[in-house]
């Protein structure tokens, strides 16, 4: 069974999604560690209420992202993380992380990459006119939403959506399609 950590910035609802199929033995891992890098953020208390191991690291508190990363790494370590999961963790990943996990890092992205990345992709797909935005899920490189992707699922954009509602049915496809994802992979 390998040991995974997962990275988040913010409301967790992936995170919970995950930790849960972990927890009813869905996906075939350990969650050794969340890694937050803000301290008031809403997933550091769901991690705490489905006692997952929480290592806090603001980057605030480093001198720059290499500084930052080191920190995180040797908590990977010291947790023996083989797997990293990102999942709304809202920082760059660099290469003090790279260099050591390149190929072992996944994130999801709430768009058809290549369209729309960086932040509020949800947001862009709804002002774009566009008749359909997805989920992406992909490995990591140094770009910013780019590398190999392993899934894709479109979502239909209606005359009828609200950015709330589209919102909404985009994070229960990322929800479903993650945990499927790191069921077969893991
Ligand atoms: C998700 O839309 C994810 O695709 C993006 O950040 C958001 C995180 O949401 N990378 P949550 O914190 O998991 O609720």
Redesign the pocket.
Known sequence: MKNIAIF?S??????EAIAKAVKSGEINANISLLVCDKPEAK?TSRAGRLSVPIFVCDSKDYPNRAAHESRILSALEDAGVEFIV???YMRIVGKTLLDTFEGRII????SMLPDFPGLDA?EKAFSADVKQTG?TIHYIDSGVDTGPIVVQEMIDILPEDTLESLEAR??EV?HRLYVKVLKDLL
Do not use: K, R, Y
Request: charged share 5%.
């Open positions: 988040a913010g409301n967790g609802s992936n995170f997933v990102l999942a709304g994130n999801i992205h709430p949800i989920v985009v994070h990322e």
